[in-house]
């Protein structure tokens, strides 16, 4: 079973960046769908952006696209979700989360393994 670190997290002003980081344990593996995904109080949670690891495709929702990027480092077994232009409106907690699947799911319930968490406040 993999285990799932999130990082990165914080407060910033409207306009600013942050770089969460997502570090996998436990299971070592090559090809993952990873995604990443926020939930603000009292909504959903959401699809960000999902990577397929080992050089594969990504997908960011619409609403990040142009703004958010992700990214992977294989060697480090890490993923990245690169935030810019970060607006109010993307204050959530985001989750990392992996699947086997080769062909990414943007559906959380698709997601067998999750990170605990990090706090993303734009204010």
């Known amino acids: 079973h993999v285990q799932l670190v999130e990082s990165g997290g914080g407060l910033v002003q409207p306009g600013g960046s942050l770089r969460l980081s997502c570090t996998a344990s436990?299971?070592?593996?090559?090809?993952?769908?990873k995604g990443w995904f926020r939930q603000a109080p009292g909504k959903e949670r959401e699809v960000v952006a999902t990577?397929?690891?080992?050089?594969?495709?990504?997908y960011h929702t619409d609403s990040v696209k142009g703004r958010f990027t992700i990214s992977e480092d294989s060697a480090k077994d890490t993923v990245y979700l690169q935030m810019n232009s970060l607006k109010a409106e993307d204050t959530a907690m985001y989750y990392c989360?992996?699947?086997?699947?080769?062909?990414?799911?943007?559906?959380?319930?698709?997601?067998?393994?999750w990170g605990q968490g990090t706090q993303v406040t734009v204010s």
């Open positions: 989360a992996a699947d086997l699947r080769l062909s990414c799911s943007i559906w959380a319930g698709d997601y067998y393994s």
């Open positions: 436990g299971v070592r593996r090559t090809l993952w769908c």
């Open positions: 990577i397929r690891t080992g050089g594969g495709p990504t």
